[in-house]
């Protein structure tokens, strides 16, 4: 069975830093791409950043793009999100997804209903940008 789980959220001053994990089980991750999105209430599920499987190109979002860093440790089968220089607007809830084998999602994460692309997903974890 397919089970994402993240974890990592929390807390942290504006500029401050954290580290997104997301460990799978039911499957290697090194057979797949795997994306970290984030959604705020009432809006629809936006791509961050991807991890392409076939040759480990990363992507990213516009507002992210030189913040956070997305890697994956094979040994560990969890995916990482380094967030850096956090301000307010990054306050959201945080997902991992995988898409179906054979899928690359990767090349689409910018674009507008990139979740539908991937299948399975993570509960989410909350991170809060605050003074």
């Known amino acids: 069975q397919v089970q994402l789980v993240e974890s990592g959220g929390g807390l942290v001053q504006p500029g401050g830093s954290l580290r997104l994990s997301c460990a799978a089980s039911g499957f290697t991750l090194d057979d797949f791409s795997i994306g970290w999105f984030r959604q705020v209430p009432g809006k629809e599920r936006e791509g961050v950043s991807c991890?392409?499987?076939?040759?480990?190109?990363?992507y990213y979002a516009g507002s992210v793009k030189g913040r956070f860093t997305i890697s994956r440790d094979t040994a560990k089968n969890t995916v990482y999100l380094q967030m850096n220089s956090l301000n307010a607007e990054d306050t959201v809830v945080y997902y991992c997804?995988?898409?179906?084998?054979?899928?690359?999602?990767?090349?689409?994460?910018?674009?507008?209903?990139?979740?539908?692309?991937?299948?399975?997903w993570g509960q989410g974890t909350q991170v809060t940008v605050s003074s």
């Open positions: 991890i392409r499987v076939s040759d480990g190109t990363v």
């Open positions: 997804a995988v898409p179906r084998t054979g899928v690359d999602p990767c090349p689409y994460i910018n674009y507008v209903r990139a979740m539908d692309r991937f299948d399975y």
